[in-house]
């Protein structure tokens, strides 16, 4: 056992241990009840870490779903935004082609007319085409004709800038 110095350095020695009346010594079941509180608050602090990994997980998978549905939100937003662009560009080249075909069936229809302007035109041409053939020994080609009526048509419209266009 360790000797201590009594007073102030008389050079006298005692017997007497140093941590004697401390409060440091602890009899054996002081050193056990510690331990067993220590594992139990130890335990406690484990569960309440589980709990709070548990909550978190829970809000991660959460997240995570509420994540994937977004997603799967806006895939069918873009799905249906495309579906409806391909149904509109559907419907405007339809409507072009029904518009080209009338076209074509109102130039048919004026082409065979006896008395629509272009007939006409085209009489008149040909008179005149048969007047100068007779005059000019060169006749005028069926293109060159057709193309003469285009213009004609053309000049002819109440568009104003497809006749500019044109002239």
């Known amino acids: 056992m360790p000797l201590s110095i009594d007073g102030m350095n008389i050079g006298t020695y005692s017997n007497r241990p140093v941590n004697f009346g401390s409060g440091y010594q602890t009899s054996q ?33 959460e997240a995570r779903e509420e994540r994937i549905e977004q997603q799967e939100l806006r895939e069918e937003q873009a799905l249906q935004t495309r579906l409806e662009r391909e149904e509109a560009a559907q419907a405007r080249d339809e409507q ?13 229809d004026a082409y065979f007319n006896p008395l629509s302007t272009e007939n006409m035109a085209r009489q008149r041409t040909q008179l005149e085409v048969g007047n100068s053939a007779a005059t000019n020994s060169a006749p005028i080609s069926p293109r060159l004709a057709a193309q003469a009526i285009a213009t004609y048509r053309q000049t002819e419209s109440p568009d104003f800038i497809s006749r500019s266009l044109v002239a």
């Open 29 to 61: 079941l002081q050193r056990t009840t510690p331990v067993a509180q220590r594992l139990n608050e130890a335990q406690e602090r484990l569960q309440e870490r589980q709990r709070l990994e548990q909550g978190r997980q829970e809000r991660l998978r």
């Open 96 to 108: 072009l082609r029904e518009q080209r075909l009338e076209t074509l069936q109102e130039q048919r």
